[in-house]
């Protein structure tokens, strides 16, 4: 079977589909043939399954190109950012990095395209402004031998990072009460751990008395009009 085809960017592209052909060059005295069988349906069912991983699993993955724009983001990544995968692609990490944090970006950049792997912490930046703690995980996107971009999974710390301050807060808290002796101290010197703790401007203590609730302790510089 005679099959016809075209040179498209260094390419040889072949217009229609077939289960196997033969595509014959050469001059008039030597020849060359090339026999290609179709594989496309065993790639089409290995890409589905692998965009279907990688859509339902619960770590944020994140595909850039050597530019550092993003190709691919999977919805986890997205809400991450409280964000759509398709409003993300074509950014950038840097976008949706605090600048405080862009040092580190650059870093681990580099070492992906000397083909070293790193892991490390940082903070997304969400569409609303607030801050996610976040563990990154990086690895060379190759292209033959080439570096093609990066390959990244994210997963996010937010529940780690409030288990370990609830620790300091509880550690802080024991020891400053072994300190007090009385009913008052120990309210107070837990205020002030707390507000301390928290990074609050103010805190004040309310004492039910009835059926209204009463202003018993403070720390910190209350507003007046509370």
């Not at 960017?9 to 589909?17: A, I, K, N, Q, T």
């Not at 903070?123 to 060379?140: C, E, N, Q, Y």
């Amino acid at each position: 079977e005679l099959v016809n085809y075209r040179v498209q960017s260094g390419y040889m592209v072949v217009d229609r589909l077939f289960d196997a052909a033969e595509l014959r060059m050469g001059g008039k005295r030597s020849a060359k043939t090339v026999r290609i069988e179709r594989v496309q349906d065993e790639l089409v069912q290995e890409r589905d399954f692998a965009l279907q991983v990688m859509t339902t699993v619960g770590q944020g993955l994140s595909v850039t190109d050597t530019q550092g724009r993003f190709e691919y983001v999977n919805p986890a990544y997205a809400r991450l950012l409280n964000d759509t995968p398709d409003n993300l692609l074509g950014r950038t990490p840097f976008d949706v990095t605090f600048e405080e944090d862009h040092d580190r970006l650059r870093s681990v950049r580099t070492q992906r395209q000397e083909g070293g792997t790193s892991t490390y912490e940082t903070r997304l930046k969400r569409a609303d402004g607030r801050a996610v703690p976040v563990l990154i995980t990086g690895s060379p996107r190759l292209s033959g031998t080439q570096w093609a971009g990066t390959i990244a999974a994210i997963t996010d710390l937010s529940a780690h990072k409030e288990t370990e301050q609830a620790i300091r807060i509880l550690a802080a808290l024991s020891h400053s009460l072994e300190l007090e002796r009385t009913p008052d101290g120990v309210t107070e010197r837990a205020l002030q751990v707390l507000s301390e703790a928290i990074d609050l401007a103010w805190l004040v203590l309310y004492v039910r008395d009835g059926s209204t609730f009463c202003p018993t302790l403070t720390s910190g510089a209350v507003p007046p009009e509370i």
